[in-house]
């Protein structure tokens, strides 16, 4: 089983629909990380979450929000899909510490917003 | 305002030959440079990283050249091959937070 998986892998939805996408971690890690990937633009940080208490705006949290449940689980909500939203979304979390941070990331939630 | 910068964004490489990717950072307050390698359908791994205080990292044919005064650092795969071809992000980061370049697409050519 992977260490850190993201569900659903594959999302198709419509404008103005609330979507949720899952991040679970066996990892034992404390922190968290939300990512989108865009073809040209790289993996930008959306949110990130070093405890269950601590939760971090990154650079493109607008249209965003998170809920950091309990250690293992990190959850990205878009609350009215747009278009532009679509994007392959990656889940990520690192042990922290003295090392800033080998990340570890899921396989990935491709979103398509109609 | 993209704080790592990374060229080309793609790149055809014979095999056996060396492939070189570039990236530029802005915050001096990174302390922390990763290169990940990410292959299709899959999530980024990390290849190899190095921390300010070296100029060069080396693990196998993976070279990482850091410039601190240039703000500047690179990946060399020497000896280049098919199984290389992927995607590729450098980073910067501190305080456990890492800011990844455009990414860099490399096709090795048999």
């Known amino acids: 089983d992977a260490d850190v998986t993201q569900t659903p892998r594959n999302r198709i939805t419509k404008t103005g629909k609330r979507i949720m996408l899952e991040c679970s971690q066996t990892?034992?890690?404390?922190?968290m990380y939300w990512y989108r990937q865009d073809p040209g633009l790289g993996l930008r940080l959306i949110y990130y979450?070093?405890?269950?208490?601590?939760?971090n705006k990154g650079e493109i949290s607008d249209g965003y929000s998170v809920s950091r449940q309990a250690q293992a689980k990190f959850s990205l909500s878009l609350e009215s899909a747009i278009p532009n939203q679509t994007a392959l979304y990656f889940c990520?979390?690192?042990?922290?510490?003295?090392?800033?941070?080998?990340?570890?990331f899921g396989e990935g939630s491709r979103l398509t917003v109609l | 305002q993209q704080q790592v910068k990374q060229s080309p964004q793609s790149l055809i490489v014979q095999k056996g030959g060396i492939s070189i990717i570039n990236c530029a950072y802005e915050?001096?307050?990174?302390?922390?440079f990763p290169w990940y390698q990410q292959f299709p359908g899959k999530g980024p791994a990390l290849l190899i990283a190095?921390?300010?205080?070296?100029s060069e990292k080396k693990e196998g044919r993976f070279t990482i050249s850091f410039n601190k005064s240039a703000k500047q650092f690179s990946l060399h795969i020497m000896d280049s091959q098919p199984g290389d071809s992927a995607t590729y992000f450098c980073?910067?980061?501190?305080?456990?937070?890492?800011?990844f370049g455009q990414g860099t697409t490399l096709q090795v050519k048999p």
């Open positions: 980073a910067g980061g501190n305080t456990g937070k890492l800011i």
């Open positions: 979450s070093f405890d269950v208490k601590d939760i």
């Open positions: 190095i921390r300010p205080d070296v």
């Open positions: 990892k034992g890690h404390d922190r």
């Open positions: 915050n001096t307050a990174f302390d922390y």
């Open positions: 990520a979390t690192s042990g922290g510490g003295q090392n800033t941070g080998e990340l570890f």
